[in-house]
């Protein structure tokens, strides 16, 4: 018996001491080389992207890179302090034939225990059209956001969101437009698609809902947590 409550208090103060424990710093890749990422023995690439994004012609880099080791977070502000594997978000232009990292978010990316029912989740980067798309896929719902070079800046430009309900089959598409600071809502439900191929007007039950909003633009640098910036009552990104 004195065994076990030994090992329990153990056990305890070892919660305890990891409770108090000060998150771990991220290191600083502002102005480094993709090159010397690349070596960087602590930190792997886990996606990456190519093309223009500052429209000057010459493809640019976006790219996720993933710590080897764990790191303390506290990832939000009443959420307990965890250990896990921290991803960082980096932007690189080329400059004189040489990739070199413009802007960094540490906290944007969720990390790969974040995603619910999912497991091991990855972000999905994308260049098109001068614009970055940062993507996430989780079981039920997906979300996307688009960011444009304004000002030396990536700024925030359009975001959407998909989700459906696992019981009901009731389905919600948002679109978060900064261009006209307003929200599109469609809802609908997975049925509703199928009837809409057996009679077109029949098939048509979708709610289309306009919710403005008065948020500004954030850039890619100012972005905490994904899904924790509230952008009307109970719509977050």
């Known amino acids: ?6 090992l329990f208090a153990v056990y305890f103060n070892a919660i305890v001491l990891f409770a108090q424990e000060k998150p771990t710093e991220y290191p600083d890749f502002m102005g480094q080389e993709l090159a010397a990422i690349e070596k960087n023995e602590k930190w792997h ?9 500052n429209n000057d012609a010459k493809d640019d880099v976006a790219i ?3 710590s080897k080791e764990d790191f303390i977070e506290i990832r939000c502000k009443d959420c307990p302090t965890s250990l896990s594997k921290a991803r960082i978000l980096l932007v690189l232009f080329c400059e004189n034939d040489t ?3 413009h802007t960094q978010n540490n906290v944007f990316i969720p990390r790969s225990d974040e ?3 999912s497991s091991m989740i990855e972000p999905e980067l994308t260049i098109e059209a001068n614009q970055l798309k940062v993507s996430q896929q989780y079981t039920r719902s997906n979300v996307s956001y688009r960011f444009e070079l304004q000002e030396n800046q ?5 975001a959407e969101s998909n989700s459906v309900h696992a019981a009901s089959g009731d389905t919600e598409h948002c679109v978060f437009d900064f261009t006209k600071s307003e929200i599109i809502i469609t809802e609908g439900n997975i049925s509703n698609e199928e009837e809409a191929y057996e009679n077109e007007e029949e098939g048509k039950k979708e709610k289309t ?5 008065d948020k500004k633009p ?6 905490g947590v994904m899904h924790e910036w509230e952008i009307a009552k109970y719509r977050y990104l």
């Open 45 to 53: 690439i886990l996606e990456k992207a190519t093309g223009d994004l």
């Open 115 to 117: 995603g619910g029912m």
């Open 209 to 213: 809902t306009v919710i403005k909003f």
């Open 218 to 223: 954030k850039s890619l640098g100012e972005f």
């Open 154 to 158: 990536f700024m925030i430009l359009i």
């Open 64 to 66: 996720v890179i993933e």
């Open 1 to 6: 018996m004195k065994k076990y409550l030994f």
């Open 99 to 101: 990739f070199k990292v």
